[in-house]
């Protein structure tokens, strides 16, 4: 059995994989790219939310004697300037170092991830520091990852509703105009098709495969922006928490622009993004070394 850490910039996960994952994946919510819009630095207090996250999870992984252990960062770690303090902290504590993946590469891993089917799709990953889209069947075809992330944008926008919808709608006319069937994987989508389903609580097996029309998010959008807090939020949402209630309303945007861009109309959610792809490419390397 192995372990699969990803720092991602809204969170950390872990999950242990022996083919499949054998168990849900577990999440601590650390907002690691929090002002990173601004400063272009980690603050002290993300990186030590975020070191702390990882640690307990290399320990549990350990503990649960897990043969090899996995640990990689996205966009937060790519882009911040003091982002090696993270990779040093937790290399003294664990003496496991991190593989900081480009964007490409982490398209890639969600694409992989969310097409074990080889169908035709494009595959929308959400994040906090960056959102990646790449279309593809059995392979990738054409992608791009942009760093317009929820936590940048809220940042940049200030979390103004009109102002995200607006900055939103003119940077996804940066990507090309895919046509397959939209996925969406990630954070973001799963937690908005949850809230969708009025989960009370979150139930990936459900979730997974479900199709989330445009007029329904529209329609979450008026219900978010309704709350008056992030606490508020989360009580109306009890799936999804407080801390991923902070941005959501933001993510929300984010999937309605580029669905808008793309002229779709839905999209599908896949519980298997850039873990599972990020793992298959580390056997796919293992088997051949």
Do not use: W
Request: glycine share 8%.
């Amino acid at each position: 059995m192995d372990a699969v850490i990803d720092i991602g910039s809204n969170s950390v996960r872990l999950c242990f994989m022996e083919n499949k994952i054998v168990n849900p994946k577990k999440v601590s919510t650390t907002f690691l790219s929090e002002n990173l819009a601004i400063t272009g630095s980690l603050l002290p207090e993300a990186i030590e939310r975020t070191t702390s996250a990882i640690i307990n999870f290399i320990n549990e992984a350990k503990q649960k004697g897990a043969d090899r252990i996995f640990v990689f960062g996205t966009e937060a770690m790519r882009s911040g300037k003091n982002a090696y303090v993270v990779s040093e902290i937790v290399q003294n504590a664990t003496g496991i170092s991190i593989d900081v993946i480009s964007g490409s590469d982490e398209a890639l891993c969600g694409f992989i991830g969310a097409n074990a089917q080889n169908e035709k799709v494009c595959v929308i990953d959400i994040g906090g520091a960056s959102i990646e889209l790449v279309q593809g069947e059995k392979q990738i075809e054409n992608g791009l990852s942009l760093p317009i992330g929820v936590m940048r944008v809220r940042d940049i926008c200030n979390n103004d509703r009109q102002k995200t919808h607006d900055y939103y709608s003119e940077q996804v006319k940066k990507y090309p105009r895919f046509t397959y069937k939209a996925v969406g994987i990630g954070g973001t989508a799963t937690s908005l098709s949850a809230m969708v389903k009025k989960m009370q609580t979150y139930d990936a097996t459900s979730n997974h495969g479900s199709v989330i029309t445009l007029d329904e998010l529209i329609k979450l959008e008026d219900q978010i922006y309704a709350c008056k807090d992030s606490e508020d939020i989360a009580k109306t949402f009890p799936s999804i928490g407080e801390k991923r209630a902070r941005v959501i309303g933001i993510g929300c945007i984010a999937l309605i622009e580029i669905l808008k861009y793309l002229n779709k109309t839905e999209f599908t959610v896949s519980e298997h993004d850039n873990i599972e792809g990020y793992y298959a490419l580390k056997t796919q390397q293992a088997n051949k070394n």
